[in-house]
């Protein structure tokens, strides 16, 4: 199955896959349905995968819309199936994935409607607002900006950039390819940006606002090790031959960082602020897929 590139109903989708979260889905859906219910150009886009609560009830009761589009999956066919389905059957000529979980600011969104127009980026990254039991605060302090290369937004946005409620994405960029390479990554909405690099110049956007307000709780399900170390940077390896590994250091570390709980002064010291040296990190870490990344980014350094 390939990405439909017919893209002409509306200027925007919001795709939301869920599971099992009815109170959070709510939460999340109910603001854009009085928001957005009946929208000629923002498209809302929901599919449950498989949940056992009572998530298809609330959905059917409310899908009464003419740009609502919810559909009910039998059994759950795994999270990377789910993402890519939303974004096969969006028919916004721009899609902005959005966690079940996660609360979208209208204001902001609306916001990046504009901008969108008037940019017409490939790629956008948005700040995003953690809440917390004690506090509120807005996870990036960088300024807003634009690159055109894979490496420069990665370093400059980190392994923030794996938050799937912080992308927006072009749909034409990627239409028309088969997606089904990347499926059990575990990571779908990285595997889309990274189509999009493929063999052309693309634009990014970088947006200091916050566009969503997201919790500090992480699903039961999820493995940080597992899926940051492992699979993220498995990704990599859609387009390696390719990358700037010095320019991707930042994005490199700080993922490191994230996986085990360390400060980024501390990994830049040990590792003297340069990539070559993360091959220590054989020493430290248990982990195939990491020692099969270090050693090719060591061959890849040894060639040049």
């Known amino acids: 199955k390939t990405v439909n590139g017919n893209t002409d109903a509306y200027f925007i989708s919001i795709c939301i896959p869920t599971y099992n979260r009815i109170n959070d889905l709510k939460k999340c859906l109910d603001p854009l349905l009085v928001k957005y219910g009946n929208s000629i150009e923002v498209e809302i886009v929901v599919i449950d995968n498989g949940s056992t609560d009572k998530t298809s009830i609330y959905l059917m009761e409310n899908n009464v819309y003419a740009n609502t589009s919810f559909y009910v999956r039998e059994n759950n066919a795994g999270f990377d199936i789910n993402v890519l389905d939303c974004f096969y059957k969006a028919k916004g000529q721009y899609i ?17 409607i504009e901008i969108i127009k008037k940019d017409i980026p490939d790629l956008v990254v948005s700040n995003y607002t953690i809440k917390t039991i004690k506090n509120t605060y807005n996870i990036l302090n960088k300024q807003s900006a634009t690159f055109t290369s894979v490496e420069n937004i990665f370093s400059f946005v980190g392994h923030y950039l794996s938050f799937m409620s912080s992308l927006t994405l072009r749909k034409q960029s990627i239409a028309m390819q088969s997606m089904s390479k990347y499926i059990n990554f575990k990571f779908m909405h990285i595997s889309l940006i990274l189509e999009i690099l493929s063999g052309k110049k693309a634009k990014f956007i970088y947006l200091s606002q916050p566009i969503v307000i997201a919790t500090d709780i992480n699903p039961t399900t999820y493995d940080v090790a597992d899926i940051f170390l492992c699979d993220l940077i498995k990704s990599f390896q859609l387009n390696f031959n390719k990358l700037d590994f010095k320019k991707l250091e930042p994005f490199f570390i700080s993922t490191i960082c994230h996986c085990l709980g360390s400060n980024v002064g501390i990994f830049r010291l040990l590792f003297n602020n340069s990539i070559t040296n993360l091959i220590g990190l054989e020493a430290l870490l248990n982990l195939d897929m990491i020692k099969s990344l270090l050693r090719r980014i060591k061959r890849h350094f040894a060639r040049t």
């Open 96 to 112: 902005h994935f959005l966690g079940d979980d996660d609360v979208l600011i209208l204001s902001a969104f609306d916001d990046l």
